[in-house]
Antibody
């Protein structure tokens, strides 16, 4: 059974930093792309970033380029999202999500999400 | 890229059918047969319902069907049930490893 467990969310001041983690199990982690998707309060889902199984290919939505860094540790079956220069617009539930294949044509499994609140 | 366009809300009575549209562009829906649909009950993890335009995910009721024409995809739910009440999102592969979601549609079962 695929399981994705996010952690690391919390309250951060504007301009601050935070790192999210996602512990994966139930599949061969290194063989699949992984994603971060977020949902701001009252808004829809927004794809944030993806990383290929090897970590060689990384993509970001424009609004987080230069501020967020996605990474993975295949030896620990863990996905990360380092978030810097946070603003109120980054407040959202952040979901860890597994790509269907290594090249990420769609998402087939999601975690329960972790809440990030950026506020002073 | 802008989000795919979905109606904000749809509603139907039990037993009826509803269709949710999802309009993109020639660079996402129009370029790839990798449209997926997700059911999201607030507070829970989204659930994959449809992938590759019209393929049902394992365990999904055959009351859920989908299609695509040019830059627009559609999800149809037939025989509406109370448990279908949720938010529904379309998603398209947009090249390389990127994905784009629709704004979401709230389905109300009257």
């Amino acid at each position: 059974e695929v399981q994705l467990l996010e952690s690391g969310g919390g309250l951060v001041q504007p301009g601050g930093s935070l790192r999210l983690s996602c512990a994966a199990s139930g599949f061969t982690f290194s063989s699949y792309a992984m994603n971060w998707v977020r949902q701001a309060p009252g808004k829809g889902l927004e794809w944030v970033s993806s990383i290929s199984g090897s970590g060689d290919n990384i993509y970001y939505t424009d609004s987080v380029k230069g501020r967020f860094t996605i990474s993975r540790d295949n030896s620990k079956n863990t996905l990360y999202l380092q978030m810097n220069s946070l603003s109120a617009e980054d407040t959202a539930v952040y979901y860890c999500a597994k790509g269907a294949y290594n090249w990420n044509p769609w998402i087939d499994y999601w975690g329960q999400g972790t809440l990030l609140t950026v506020s002073s | 890229q802008s989000a795919l366009t979905q109606p904000a809300s749809v509603s139907g009575s039990p037993g009826q059918s509803i269709t949710i549209s999802c309009t993109g562009t020639s660079t996402d829906i129009g370029s790839y047969n990798f449209v997926s649909w997700y059911q999201h009950h607030p507070g829970k993890a989204p659930k994959l319902m449809i992938f590759e335009v019209n393929k049902q995910s394992a365990g999904v009721s055959n009351r859920f069907s989908a299609s695509k024409s040019d830059n627009t995809a559609s999800l149809t739910i037939s025989g509406l049930q109370a448990e279908d009440e949720a938010d529904y999102y379309c998603c398209s592969f947009a090249g390389y490893g990127t994905l784009i979601f629709g704004g979401g549609t709230k389905l109300t079962v009257l």
